[in-house]
C-alpha cells in the first residue's frame, strides 16, 4: 500500500501536531503512507519538502482542532488540497474533527467533503478508519 497513489498528507495546527505525528505512525504500521510537517529532518528545505508532498498526495487529511482556522500553514494546505481535488476526480479530501473542536471549525473551504468525526477517537481507531478509506480509494482507480 505504499505506492504514490495511496500517499497521504496530513495537515494540521501546530497545537495538533502530537497528533498527527501519532498518526503517521499508526498508518506506517498498517503500511500506509503519510507525511506531516514534523516528519522533516532539521536542515532540510521545508517548503520544497512541503511542496512535493502536497503535489504527491492522493488524499489530504485535514486534522481540525479549535486552532486549525487560525493556522497560515493549514489553510495554505487546505487551498492546495481542495485545487487538486478541483482538477482530479481521484484526488479525496477528508476533514478530521478532533477533540476540543466541532463541525463548525471546518474551515468552508473543506466543508464539501464527507469527513470523520474524530473527537473521540484515538489516533489508532482513526489510522484504521483512514486504512479502509485508502484501500477503497485505490480500489477506484
Same mark, same amino acid.
Given at each position: 500500500? %505504499? #505506492?504514490?497513489? %495511496?500517499?497521504?498528507?496530513i495537515s494540521s =495546527?501546530?497545537? #495538533? =501536531? /502530537?497528533?498527527a505525528q501519532d498518526?503517521?505512525?499508526?498508518?506506517?504500521?498498517?503500511?500506509?503512507?503519510? $507525511?506531516?510537517? =514534523? +516528519?522533516?529532518p532539521v536542515g532540510?528545505?521545508?517548503? #520544497?519538502?512541503?511542496?512535493?508532498?502536497? =503535489? *504527491?498526495? %492522493?488524499?489530504?487529511?485535514?486534522?481540525?482542532?479549535?486552532?486549525?482556522?487560525?493556522?497560515? $500553514?493549514?489553510?495554505?494546505? %487546505?487551498?492546495?488540497?481542495?485545487?487538486?481535488?478541483?482538477?482530479? /476526480?481521484?484526488?479525496?479530501?477528508?476533514?478530521?474533527?478532533?477533540?476540543?473542536?466541532? $463541525?463548525? #471549525? @471546518?474551515?468552508?473551504?473543506?466543508? *464539501? $467533503?464527507?469527513?470523520?468525526?474524530?473527537? *473521540?477517537?484515538?489516533?489508532? +481507531?482513526?489510522?484504521?478508519?483512514? @486504512? /479502509?478509506?485508502?484501500?477503497?480509494? /485505490?480500489?477506484?482507480?
Open positions: 500500500m %505504499s #505506492d504514490k497513489k %495511496s500517499q497521504i498528507f =495546527s501546530n497545537t #495538533d =501536531s /502530537k497528533t498518526l503517521v505512525r499508526a498508518l506506517s504500521l498498517r503500511g500506509v503512507t503519510a $507525511w506531516h510537517d =514534523s +516528519e522533516l532540510d528545505r521545508w517548503m #520544497d519538502a512541503m511542496e512535493e508532498k502536497l =503535489s *504527491q498526495a %492522493s488524499i489530504y487529511v485535514h486534522l481540525v482542532g479549535p486552532d486549525y482556522h487560525s493556522s497560515r $500553514w493549514a489553510n495554505f494546505e %487546505s487551498g492546495v488540497a481542495v485545487g487538486r481535488a478541483a482538477h482530479d /476526480k481521484n484526488v479525496a479530501l477528508i476533514p478530521v474533527v478532533l477533540t476540543g473542536a466541532t $463541525w463548525a #471549525d @471546518v474551515p468552508s473551504l473543506l466543508r *464539501q $467533503w464527507n469527513g470523520i468525526d474524530a473527537r *473521540q477517537s484515538t489516533p489508532d +481507531e482513526l489510522a484504521t478508519q483512514l @486504512v /479502509k478509506i485508502v484501500e477503497r480509494h /485505490k480500489q477506484a482507480d
